[in-house]
């Protein structure tokens, strides 16, 4: 079984919105941080989503803040990325990836234990990847 299959992507004009899908299997879901990634020709993967599975705490870069929106399905393994007011700088392959690259979240008023996946984490991080789906924002 596939650690991780994305489905969802296509083409749209800019202002438009897609949403993608990621099934990961039931090993790979037990890991506490699931994330999205971009890539385009010549450029590194970049992170721009994640979500700490066991709390649902999600992160985001700059880049996709007030557009995208990352969330999970614990009943079915999934998690979805929202993707709306698309630019055409948003076209990319989109991939999803899989580990255990959380940290705590620490700070006045911020209840113990409360742990996040940092969306800004490497590709390195992360072991286990989808094969991913294009994503086509056209102007």
């Known amino acids: 079984q596939m650690p991780l299959v994305e489905s969802g992507g296509g083409s749209v004009q800019a202002g438009g919105s897609l949403r993608l899908a990621c099934a990961a299997s039931p090993s790979t879901y037990s890991t506490r941080c699931l994330a999205w990634f971009r890539q385009t020709p010549g450029k590194e993967r970049e992170g721009i989503a994640a979500?700490?599975?066991?709390?649902?705490?999600?992160d985001y870069t700059d880049s996709v803040t007030g557009r995208f929106t990352i969330s999970q399905d614990k009943a079915t393994s999934t998690i979805y990325l929202e993707m709306n007011s698309l630019t055409p700088e948003d076209t990319a392959m989109y991939y999803c990836?899989?580990?255990?690259?959380?940290?705590?979240?620490?700070?006045?008023?911020?209840?113990?234990?409360?742990?996040?996946?940092?969306?800004?984490?490497?590709?390195?991080?992360?072991?286990?990847w989808g094969q991913g789906t294009q994503v086509t924002v056209s102007s």
């Open positions: 979500i700490y599975t066991n709390g649902g705490t999600t």
């Open positions: 990836a899989a580990g255990n690259p959380f940290l705590p979240i620490v700070g006045p008023g911020v209840p113990r234990g409360r742990k996040h996946c940092p969306a800004d984490k490497l590709a390195s991080e992360y072991p286990y």
